[in-house]
């Protein structure tokens, strides 16, 4: 990868990803262009001096010269801002997506055990979802992170989701984002304008891994929409989908990590792939050796983890956020 200096011509680089290439190799027809997508991932627009001794023509002189990203065939690293066109020419913001982390069954993991701060923890076993303690009946998730008083009779624990019965006993947590203008400016009671209302999603998640599950009660798989040539499964889901997507209601501003006007939230659960579940493969090839956290009656049990993403992408809208999240598997201790 390498940056293209743009400060004198103006360069078009353009190259197809492995698909493209795929198709194009075929020489049956099946390589047409029909869709593509504009980004401005390395511009500062912070960059944009209106006080230039030289004049308005030199307002965006710094912007125009910025060298740019030479094209590569990536297209998991690619288009992380996407730009679109919206009619309005008075928008003082722009819709975002972030990561719901006000309501307990969507926080992130704490710093107190092998999940680490900040990330959402995938346990791919029954072992590690936490069957195992004397006297505890049921899935109760916490095994390596101890819930209130490390008493594992009250309540699952932050951050960790069930990745082996997403729906079951103490399968509740799931991974919730939020979407719309997130400025105290803006009461959160008015109503976001229907362009910057996003109202269907693109979920992408490495297929080796896991797999995207319905939040509640009865988890019901996701339907992959593609699969790349880099085991990334993409989802599309949209507001016609009431059990993935929902509009956050002005009624209710507690629950919704956006400061003001809300538009939709997606909210998902994750099943661990069957080659995490009953092997550690993957976590030899892939990850890595964790900490060792206790158990809730204080046994010390070392883990295997891998860290991935999971990329949430605005269909309507172009924003894109990455998740951190980190399967876990206990070892023997």
Known sequence: ??????????????????????????????????????????????????????GSAYYDLQILQTPVLEAFTNNTSTMKSKLISISRTNLLYLPVIVANTLRSNHYQSSSAGAAAPGVYAVAVDEATVGRVATGITGDK??????????????????????????????????????????????????VIDAELNETQYIIEIDNRLGSLMSAGATATPGKISFIDDDSIASYYVSSNDAAWVKNIEATDPNNSSILG???????FKIMA????????????????????????VGTVCPIRYIDSTVKITGATTGYRIDLPVRYIKMLTP
Do not use: C, W
């Open 273 to 296: 792939s069957t080659e995490l579940q009953t092997s550690t493969y993957l976590f030899e090839k892939l990850g890595t050796t964790g900490p060792a956290p206790q158990n809730y």
């Open 141 to 190: 998730i916490g095994f390596l992170i101890a819930p209130p008083n490390n008493n594992p009779t009250q309540g699952v624990s932050d951050g960790i989701l069930n990745g082996v019965n997403p729906g079951g006993t103490g399968g509740g947590n799931s991974i919730r984002v939020d979407q719309g203008l997130n400025t105290s400016n803006i009461p959160k009671s008015n």
């Open 1 to 54: 990868m390498a940056f293209l200096d743009n400060s004198g011509d103006i360069i078009l680089d353009a190259v197809l990803t492995d698909t493209g290439r795929y198709r194009m190799a075929k020489g049956d027809g099946s390589f047409k262009i029909t869709k593509f997508a504009l980004g401005d991932d390395e511009i500062n627009y912070a960059s944009y001096n209106k006080n230039h001794v030289s």
């Open 261 to 267: 006007p809300g538009g939709t939230y997606l909210e």
